[in-house]
């Protein structure tokens, strides 16, 4: 009789309220395998994950781990089990330093966490280095979790679950944040650890090329059921995945004048600029991130600024929106200088910023957090009075969030909340807006929609400065490109001319 399968999911179903998030979901897993979880946002992958990692309980169906039920066991049995897992939104400890974070987690592994005697710092720090070693942070060791770019807390996740030897590893958006370089090579090592360990990993991840290079198999999801399973090549080429999820591309969304490279979202350079930063510099605690960074934004024009990991171009955006306690240089909005403004009078002035972290109201219906954004329409800088933003041209905007308006934002995937945290920010009335990787962690249908959103804000006259690691996106939808390495502006170009210039390309953003 052969070895049962290391996970077998069987006849999965939950509903929440009248909503059936999955229905009659069963996959297999073997040792050392590598098997993709795809599908739109809204397709219940984040829900199948949880049922299978214990934070759900399902409705009907089991989760069988080498034979064993394990349906319904909470998390902190599992991980005794073998059961890993990563998060979409990285849980670790901020206030703690890289090694320390992996340090606490071996601490758990082996249940030493009540030992007074001793010190935490001094549990197996030989262990903790090799495994950021691994994933390529050792040299960021003692530097604390909360400086660390969003890429670099998801590979330090990672590394907390290695620290629990699991043979089965749940990764949900595992390169989430993170460089088009670095996301294979962390594939590449998961896949690598996988195989050497005989553990099986399943995940969930928006970008293809990490699907469709490192997976064994893929499966599909989509309004809850499973629409196609199979190898990698076979799901690519499968019709009814390309209408549902993949969609046609950037060239297809914007229209064929749009495509990426194209001249037709080039927008208007007036004079005088909505936004001026010049020599601006920025600290977290005694780190000195930005060091000198000038740029502007014209109305009608998408700025992108781009580089790697670590590169201070969160920072910028949290400095220009009045977030961090220390700054100094020149920011200029509509000629007013905000340099020790607080947040909310800069973004009472017609200056909106959406983050990366989706920061909406879970408790509050989509509607509802609308509303709590609204402010008076606003007049543009030569007078003449901007169109208002109304719940009413926001739906029709973002069609996902028009079939939901009164769905709470708990209860909305990764997707459709980055959706409606730009559509709060709109119904600031800005006229120029900030936004921090708004393609990170969606579908490429997606994707499509909010380059699309972009590109009608553009033709409306608003500023926008995009901060993106995804280089078809960001080619899609923006004029001029700035790039960042450690916290100056390296290189400046017409976006065109950044996606043709391979060896910039190459250098500055490792693509």
Known sequence: MSAPPLLSVQGLRKAFGGVQAVQDVSLQLAEGELLA??????????????????????????????????????????????????FQIAETFASLTVLQNVQAALLAQARATARWWQRADAHQPAE??????QVGLQEQAARPCSELAYGDVKRLELAQALAGQPRLLLMDEPTAGMAPAERVALMQLVRDLARARRMGVLFTEHSMDVVFGQADRVAVLVRGQLLAEGPPREIQADARVQQAYLGGGFGEALGREGAPGSTALAGPHPASSLLNVQDLHAWYGAAHILQGVSLAVAPGEVVALMGRNGAGKSTTLKSIAGLLARTAGRVEFMGASLLGWPAHRIA?????????????????TVLENLDVGR????RRPDGRPL???????????????????HRPGGRMSGGEQQMLTVARTL??????????????????????????????????GLGILLCEQNLPFAAAVADRACVLEQGRIVHEAPMAQLVADEAARRRYLGV
């Open 37 to 86: 979880l795809i599908g739109p946002n809204g397709a219940g992958k984040s829900t199948t994950f949880n049922m299978v990692g214990g934070q759900l309980v399902p409705d009907a169906g089991r989760v069988l781990l080498a034979g064993q039920d394990i349906t319904g066991v909470p998390p902190r049995r599992l991980a005794r089990l073998g059961v890993g897992r990563t």
């Open 128 to 133: 903790a280095l090799q495994l950021l070693a």
């Open 348 to 364: 009472r002035a017609g200056l909106g910023y959406v983050p990366e972290e989706r920061r909406i109201f879970t408790d509050l």
């Open 375 to 378: 402010q008076p329409p606003r």
């Open 387 to 405: 169109a208002p933003w109304t719940p009413e041209r926001l739906l029709a905007l973002f069609p996902n969030l028009a079939e939901m308006p």
């Open 427 to 460: 119904m600031g009335q800005p006229l120029l807006v900030l936004l921090d990787e708004p393609s990170e962690g969606v579908a490429p249908l997606v994707v499509q929609q909010m380059a699309r959103a972009i590109a009608e804000l553009k033709q409306q």
